[in-house]
């Protein structure tokens, strides 16, 4: 069993930056591979971006390629997410996820463990 817990949310102006972070328990985060999503009101959870188990390799959704940043500390059992140049198209709740076995994927059924998410806001 895994559990994630985000932090790092908060209200910010477009043009801003955030940093979110998600702390996992268990000895095996080091194996998996890890996610952000993130779902806006009245739509559809949406990958944003992945990162290998060895941090060797990450992911990210062509609408936050170049902004945002996914990395890990698999010593500290944490994985980051840091968004620059926030717009207000970025407003959502952010979801940290957990996958056991294989390389990422941008289908949220393919992850085993979520966190309980964090409120990002973006202002114009």
């Known amino acids: 069993q895994v559990q994630l817990v985000e932090s790092g949310g908060g209200l910010v102006q477009a043009g801003g930056s955030l940093r979110l972070s998600c702390a996992a328990s268990?000895?095996?985060?080091?194996?998996?591979?890890m996610a952000w999503f993130r779902q806006a009101p009245g739509k559809e959870r949406e990958f944003v971006a992945a990162?290998?188990?060895?941090?060797?390799?990450?992911y990210y959704a062509d609408s936050v390629k170049g902004r945002f940043t996914i990395s890990r500390d698999n010593a500290a059992n944490t994985v980051s997410l840091q968004m620059n140049s926030l717009n207000p198209e970025d407003t959502a709740v952010y979801y940290c996820?957990?996958?056991?076995?294989?390389?990422?994927?941008?289908?949220?059924?393919?992850?085993?463990?979520w966190g309980q998410g964090t409120q990002v806001t973006v202002s114009s």
């Open positions: 268990g000895r095996t985060f080091s194996s998996y591979t």
């Open positions: 990162i290998s188990w060895s941090g060797g390799s990450t």
């Open positions: 996820a957990a996958r056991k076995a294989g390389t990422y994927t941008t289908y949220a059924v393919g992850y085993d463990y």
